[in-house]
């Protein structure tokens, strides 16, 4: 007999976590989500084995900095043209061709970096590094096709999503700092390998993947330009635009959110580099993959405990407190006096980070039509790239002349900055979030 304590646990856990249980019971949705997770893996190893590697080789924390910020510059404009593309043309159309260039690109710059080549070439091979599908978009994207009109559970789905992206963090930032400090080509050679399993096991999942705006025009007898330009003016009058078709999906509201998570990524960029050169001081560089796991971890239990609660907390007032933790945290990076320190800090407000990409997510639903919905996403991913390789090349020229705390002041300036753009924004998103849902209208 099942102790009462136990089978009340039992209970509770069902009742937090079953939603997702559900949603990954849903034909085929298992396996594209967690496809999509495994090709991701770019993200969190990319930027750190570039750090580690250049360090390593050449010992010039300003070049590893300028590489991360090229990388991310290139990723902000080629994110935005890639949803742009999987909208218009479909997502297997657009994925594969992009696959390829990034394992070339991939291939080539360790080879570059372990014969210590001239930095030029490191910087001509490096944008290249930026031919990355966009998996997380594409995967909420199907999400959002698969459960139109049903905001609860498309909600659960947005959370789950972040779920599994914590996870990829969890994993990938030892596996970067742990697989760098080896070997450069081992590292990158793990993260190629994790793109084509990932790859195959999403992209050749065709049934959950939503319609191309071109099929949604050829089905519907139009060409492309007529249909978006129909699907632009019903959107319009859905935020009472007085009808009138935009033809652009550039408004107030998600302008104001591109600007807080460009702030959002200036300032979380720049405390990953310096936590590097301060772990570096202190001989403990072997222990920053654990740091950031933990950050990661702790945004993990935040994701799986927010993500399953239907909240009746107004979505923008969730947006502004998660946000105003994570940036006050890192924000005090500035006066810890030994890596444990920032790794409690970190787990202590992990939780809000999840949560904070979450609510920009939820966000999107409100701001972009269903058919727009991947480049609207790229779009967010895109500034806070931007915002990212800004806060790696200043905290990286400051940690060369000042050391780690050089870089932990940049930290604290670009932290408040961050948040006094976002609430410059405040009115834009407070009415963004009060407008229905774009995604549960038919079109």
Same mark, same amino acid.
Request: charged share 10%.
């Given at each position: 007999?099942?102790h009462p304590t136990i089978a009340g646990l039992n209970a509770a856990?069902?009742?937090?976590?079953?939603?997702?249980?559900?949603?990954?019971?849903?034909?085929?949705?298992?396996?594209?989500?967690?496809?999509?997770?495994?090709?991701?893996?770019?993200?969190?190893?990319?930027?750190?084995?570039?750090?580690?590697?250049?360090?390593?080789?050449?010992?010039?924390?300003?070049?590893?900095?300028?590489?991360?910020?090229?990388?991310?510059?290139?990723?902000?404009?080629?994110?935005?043209?890639?949803?742009?593309?999987?909208?218009?043309?479909?997502?297997?159309?657009?994925?594969?061709?992009?696959?390829?260039?990034?394992?070339?690109?991939?291939?080539?710059?360790?080879?570059?970096?372990?014969?210590?080549?001239?930095?030029?070439?490191?910087?001509?091979?490096?944008?290249?590094?930026?031919?990355?599908?966009?998996?997380?978009?594409?995967?909420?994207?199907?999400?959002?096709?698969?459960?139109?009109?049903?905001?609860?559970?498309?909600?659960?789905?947005?959370?789950?999503?972040?779920?599994?992206?914590?996870?990829?963090?969890?994993?990938?930032?030892?596996?970067?700092?742990?697989?760098? +400090? $080896?070997?450069?080509?081992?590292? !990158?050679? *793990?993260?190629?390998?994790? #793109?084509?399993? @990932?790859?195959?096991? =999403? %992209?050749?999942?065709?049934?959950?993947?939503?319609?191309?705006?071109?099929?949604?025009?050829?089905?519907?007898?139009?060409?492309?330009?007529?249909?978006?330009?129909?699907?632009?003016?019903?959107?319009?009058?859905?935020?009472?635009?007085?009808?009138?078709?935009?033809?652009?999906?550039?408004?107030?509201?998600?302008?104001?959110?591109?600007?807080?998570?460009?702030?959002?990524?200036?300032?979380?960029?720049?405390?990953?580099?310096?936590?590097?050169?301060?772990?570096?001081?202190?001989?403990?560089?072997?222990?920053?993959?654990?740091?950031?796991?933990?950050?990661?971890?702790?945004?993990?239990?935040?994701?799986?405990?927010?993500?399953?609660?239907?909240? +009746? $907390?107004?979505?923008?007032?969730? !947006?502004? *407190?998660?946000?105003?933790? #994570?940036?006050? @945290?890192?924000?005090? =990076? %500035?006066?810890?006096?030994?890596?444990?320190?920032?790794?409690?800090?970190?787990?202590?407000?992990?939780?809000?980070?999840?949560?904070?990409?979450?609510?920009?997510?939820?966000?999107?639903?409100?701001?972009?039509?269903?058919?727009?919905?991947?480049?609207?996403?790229?779009?967010?991913?895109?500034?806070?790239?931007?915002?990212?390789?800004?806060?790696?090349?200043?905290?990286?020229?400051?940690?060369?002349?000042?050391?780690?705390?050089?870089?932990?002041?940049?930290?604290s300036v670009l932290a408040i900055l961050s948040l006094v753009l976002?609430?410059?924004?405040?009115?834009?998103?407070?009415?963004?979030?009060?407008?229905?849902?774009?995604?549960?209208?038919? +079109?």
């Amino acid at each position: 007999m099942v102790h009462p304590t136990i089978a009340g646990l039992n209970a509770a856990v069902r009742r937090l976590f079953g939603g997702y249980a559900e949603l990954l019971r849903m034909p085929h949705a298992a396996r594209f989500s967690i496809g999509s997770v495994i090709a991701c893996m770019p993200f969190p190893m990319v930027g750190m084995t570039i750090t580690i590697a250049v360090q390593h080789y050449y010992g010039n924390y300003t070049l590893a900095g300028s590489l991360t910020a090229v990388q991310a510059i290139a990723l902000a404009v080629t994110g935005p043209v890639l949803g742009k593309l999987v909208d218009k043309f479909g997502q297997h159309q657009v994925s594969i061709p992009t696959i390829l260039v990034w394992i070339v690109a991939a291939m080539s710059l360790v080879s570059c970096i372990t014969a210590r080549v001239p930095a030029w070439i490191l910087y001509c091979i490096v944008p290249f590094m930026a031919a990355i599908p966009p998996w997380g978009a594409m995967s909420r994207s199907r999400w959002t096709h698969m459960l139109k009109g049903d905001r609860v559970r498309t909600d659960r789905a947005l959370g789950l999503s972040g779920v599994f992206d914590e996870c990829m963090w969890v994993i990938g930032n030892p596996l970067a700092s742990g697989l760098a +400090v $080896i070997s450069g080509i081992l590292a !990158f050679s *793990f993260t190629g390998l994790c #793109v084509v399993i @990932g790859a195959l096991m =999403f %992209l050749t999942e065709l049934t959950t993947e939503p319609p191309s705006q071109t099929t949604l025009a050829r089905q519907a007898g139009m060409t492309r330009a007529e249909y978006r330009a129909r699907e632009d003016q019903r959107a319009a009058m859905l935020h009472n635009d007085t009808g009138k078709a935009r033809s652009s999906i550039w408004g107030p509201g998600l302008i104001a959110v591109c600007v807080t998570w460009f702030g959002l990524g200036s300032f979380q960029s720049a405390a990953s580099i310096s936590i590097i050169a301060f772990a570096t001081e202190q001989q403990m560089k072997q222990y920053t993959g654990l740091v950031f796991a933990c950050f990661s971890l702790s945004s993990l239990m935040g994701a799986l405990v927010y993500g399953a609660k239907n909240w +009746v $907390i107004p979505l923008w007032k969730r !947006f502004y *407190f998660c946000l105003a933790v #994570v940036d006050l @945290g890192i924000g005090s =990076f %500035l006066f810890a006096r030994h890596l444990w320190v920032i790794m409690i800090i970190y787990l202590i407000i992990g939780v809000c980070q999840a949560p904070t990409w979450i609510n920009g997510n939820q966000l999107m639903l409100h701001l972009v039509p269903p058919t727009r919905f991947t480049e609207g996403m790229a779009w967010m991913g895109a500034m806070n790239a931007v915002g990212g390789s800004a806060g790696s090349a200043i905290a990286g020229v400051f940690i060369d002349r000042h050391g780690s705390q050089g870089g932990f002041l940049v930290v604290s300036v670009l932290a408040i900055l961050s948040l006094v753009l976002a609430f410059i924004g405040f009115r834009q998103i407070k009415e963004g979030t009060e407008t229905p849902t774009l995604t549960a209208i038919e +079109v």
